[in-house]
């Protein structure tokens, strides 16, 4: 075949593609002929109608309405052929959609210039005409509030009220475009920037910061234009603070900086634009080096070092900038051994300015980066700059660095455990930390203690453990000094806690458990106690409540629980574990293993051991030690423990949520404690167990709280993807119906609520489990649609080449009420308003059994219903009217017009209107009076 031949075939099935496309669309098939237009567009791309091509595709963009990519389609077409009416029509669509008026109205302007005759251009230019000069008038106005607010806020002789407001005015006109921009033109970060040299109210100062990550946010040029005049020192030294807020509005600022600079946003799922990041390399590079090297500078404030490690480990994750591997290049695991080697109470010469909270901020930051080391030779040089420092610190014989070293150790075993575990396996480490633990030296004997309980971690290393190590632990425990006594006293409670759940397995003599429980608590509510002693009484409990028994006797120790509770409040992710675990174990929340009776019987013939439950792990000891610590303000806790970058320790304070959730009179107490928040960030982030617990919680208080008060705002949209990922085969029936439940009650709140479950792909979801073999589900189904309905967008899509209507009728003939009730309601809402649906409902080979049902139904709902959908039927058309007239219906409406029931008032009445309707159409003769 020559070369001609082969272009004119490729050309012919580009066409053939077009015209496929074009019937997909004129059937309604959206995403079928966004497919066609794509493959015309690929086997066609030296076509002459490939500027066609583009804006058929833009054109079926429009109606999914994904305008951007309208957008782009319109552009290359409009690259093609210039000035093209029906491209620039489209553009001028898709603008609209992104609500970029101005580009809209010039489009709109040109296209009317070139045909002033165009009939569908004229409403959309009388529209936009109306939105620009508004817009124009905004911007006015605006703008004179932009040079009040500057002049207020950048005046230091003002009073300090009308300063404060000014600036808090000032972030929310930046949280605008049209603010940020006039902000931006107006050299407001350039006044700030000066400004903060002498700022000394902390309220204004935050504020000021805030403006700045709000004029970088979704803005590449404003942040290159922000970062090239301040500069990242200017960033850190906003950080380096002890004031939480203030180092907290710094940490925003830079994570919005890198978002706008690699194309992501705030939202959890989001994921950068990868020509973005490569445009900006050069800035991404500098701005995350100039934070891995600011880890070990010792003049930053402890808060300011942790809020640095946060956004390293946000940031190494493969969805976000894959930064682990450039991080282990510049030698950062080196930086974060460092401040994972400190101590608070051990100072020298060289140390740094930690929080109680470092050490475990930078072992998490050090999972997170070994989560992402994919292939073995990443893992290698891992190891190797691990194995380095280990042998640097070794090598030196005084005892900080042995003391150091030890620490670095139990970090790694709280952190990328594996590794942890491979250097404890080092030929000489496990027998220096077991000489350390027995030197008459309290500094060594603590960070000993510590090590030996963070290398227990397993079933095998416990064992390996036991042989030297419980022996030194119960001599430890005798120690004269609280800080040792309780940290041995928790290594015991972990070697000693596994028997896990099983009642059978007692490792401990009987009444051992309880008595490390007792030794526990009165560590833990001892008055003076500092945090750190506090801290290790709630990591013992972690483990010693796998045990029936000491659950209920600590949910019935109030002081216990409110210091737990005040524990977690104080947000230090060093306690993070101990108190999330023990309020997982209070609350059976951790992962059940399912119990099949055939497998039991045969662990009976076959003599294995089988695991008991407790009776006091029975669902009403359970139930009450979840209302205990419901009412004791456990949600405040966990809110304050969420802020942690661990995806396991989400997923524990998402399990805990969950199961307070799972009572109903308990779902008011999570939203009014700011549980809600919380949620929202947790089934959007972590494991994707952890991921299921949250939106579990979230559909559970979307069932029994109303909608509008529970996700106020915003909320109402942010909580639809959590709810939708419910929907899948991989999740259980119950919470596959939770979901559908709480679905049903946002989308009776208003239609933004629908078209979000619309535009995150929700309706198909849906309609899924109509199809299921499960009454509850089915009906949930039926009942979430029905509100759905109330939706154009969703009636347009019943209006299809599709069997929608066909399924939601044959679903009346089901027995379940509730779900006929549904279906009915559903084509009641269609009829009323689509002739089409009211078609497709006489294509359907029963519709007259169907009608049947519906009109002489033992249920008054039902009945009512279906008599609205014969009505809407009839006023559709005297032909629909006159094919319903021909069949046995008016005898039936005649009836019902005369029932005396008065719980069927309202079908009997509709009922009528049917018969009147029909006597307008001369189908039926007017009784006489």
Known sequence: MTSSNATDDTGAEALTYKDKGNQAFKDGKWEEAVQFYTKAIKKGDKHKELPIFYKNRAAAYLKESKWQLALEDCNESLKLAPKDPKALFRRAQAYEGLEKFG??????????KADPGNQSVQPMLKRLHLIVQEKAAENARTTTKVQQMMELAFDVATPIEKRRTAA?????????????????????????ASITKIEKDLEIYVSFVRVVAELCNRSNQRTKAVLTELGVPWFMRVLDHKHEERVSAA?????????SLSGMDIKPESKPNKELVKENYKE???LLSCLLYSITDRTISGPAR????????RNVHYTALEWAERLV????????LDVCSELEEYKYESSMDITSSSRTIASVCLARIFENMYYDQLKEKFMEQIDEYIKDKLLSPDLESKVRVTVAITSLLLGPLDVGNQIVGREGILQMILAMATTDDLLQQKVACECIYAAASKKDKAKALCSGGVDILKKLYHSKDDGIRVRALVGLCKIGSYGGEDAAIRPFADGATLKLAEACRRFLIKPGKDKDIRKWAADGLAYLTLDAEVKEKLIDDKPAIHALIDLARTGDQSCLYGVVTTFVNLCNAYEKQEVVPEMIELAKFAKMHIPEEHELDDPDFV??????LANEGITTALVALSKTESDNSKELIARVLNAVCGLQELRGKVVQDGGVKCLLKLALEGTEKGKRHGSQALARIGITINPEVAFAGQRSLDVIRPLLNLLHQDCSALENFESLMALTNLAAMNESVRQRIVEEQGLTKIEFYLMENHLLLTRASAQCLCNMVLSDTVVQKFEGENDRVKFMALLCEEEDEETVKACAGSLAILTSVSKKCVNKILQVKSWLEILHILIANPSPDVQHRGTVVILNMINSGEDVARQLFETDIMELLSGLSQLPDDSRAKARQVALECLQAAERYKLIEKAES
């Open 103 to 112: 580009e809209a109205y010039k489009d709109a302007t040109d296209l009317f």
């Open 168 to 192: 808090n005015n000032l972030l929310v006109l930046a949280k605008e475009e049209v603010g940020a921009d006039l902000l931006y033109k107006a050299g407001c970060f350039t006044k700030i």
């Open 251 to 259: 940490q925003y600022c830079l994570q919005t900086i890198i978002n």
């Open 284 to 286: 991404i590079d500098t």
């Open 306 to 313: 942790d809020a640095v490690i946060e956004l390293l480990t």
């Open 329 to 336: 290049e510049l030698r950062g695991l080196f930086r974060l």
């Open 623 to 628: 139930q009450k030690r979840i209302t205990v």
